[in-house]
């Protein structure tokens, strides 16, 4: 029996089915997807879209968010701004035509100075929305210094309802770009729409997106 084979019959069982030990880091090349039942139940993360920022005024995700999943997560990595100055987001219940759903959200953070000079935990309502139309902000004054930005996730919970309004949480990590020190963000709200939402908008509040990339997924 050859080496492949002889691995294969060892990592199988006499039914038919894997074994855990057959799986390990190395053993998939560009997976975007995970079968249904190869992870616990409502685990499923499946990569429906990546945009990447390139002086770009905005990144928006027009297709892709229906009644196929119930929750959608938005991943954003080194998210630069052209410019020291907010990252925020929108929700569209037309296709992206209009990003102007009305929001309640609440927020709070944590942060520490790279001197140690100063910490705080605090509830900004600075940045809050009260059945507002305007965009969220996830994060204040992101740095827009070469090696600043800001990283972090956005859960959008069943956008296609026509019953609900439509809940969302946040965390994201930041440099601040007023000064040198760490931010950490917590935000949830709803939009308090029954319509359903099948677009979102991130943009900065000034200035255009230099670098980053958003990432969407389906979960399941």
Request: with cysteine; hydrophobic share 35%; charged share 10%.
């Amino acid at each position: 029996m050859g080496t492949i084979t002889r691995t294969f019959a060892n990592n199988i069982t006499t039914s038919g089915v894997f074994k855990p030990t057959a799986f390990n880091d190395a053993s998939f090349d560009n997976v975007t997807a995970v079968p249904e039942g190869a992870l616990p139940a409502g685990g499923n993360m499946v990569l429906l879209s990546t945009q990447t920022a390139s002086a770009s005024a905005s990144i928006s995700f027009t297709t892709g968010i229906d009644s196929t999943y119930k929750e959608y997560m938005f991943i954003f990595n080194n998210i630069h701004p052209a410019s020291t100055s907010n990252f925020t987001f929108n929700f569209s219940t037309d296709g992206g035509s209009n990003y102007n759903v009305t929001k309640t959200s609440t927020s709070f953070k944590a942060q520490h100075q790279e001197d140690d000079g100063g910490t705080s935990v605090s509830y900004d309502g600075g940045v809050d929305l009260a059945q507002s139309t305007n965009y969220k902000i996830l994060v204040e004054n992101t740095g827009a210094d070469a090696d600043l930005g800001c990283s972090g996730y956005l859960h959008l919970f069943n956008p296609s309802s026509t019953t609900y309004v439509k809940h969302f949480i946040s965390t994201t990590s930041m440099t601040n770009g007023v000064l040198p020190r760490a931010d950490v963000w917590y935000m949830a709200g709803y939009g308090n729409t029954t319509s359903a939402v099948n677009a979102i908008d991130f943009k900065m509040s000034s200035g255009n997106i230099d670098a980053g990339t958003i990432q969407m997924f389906g979960i399941l």
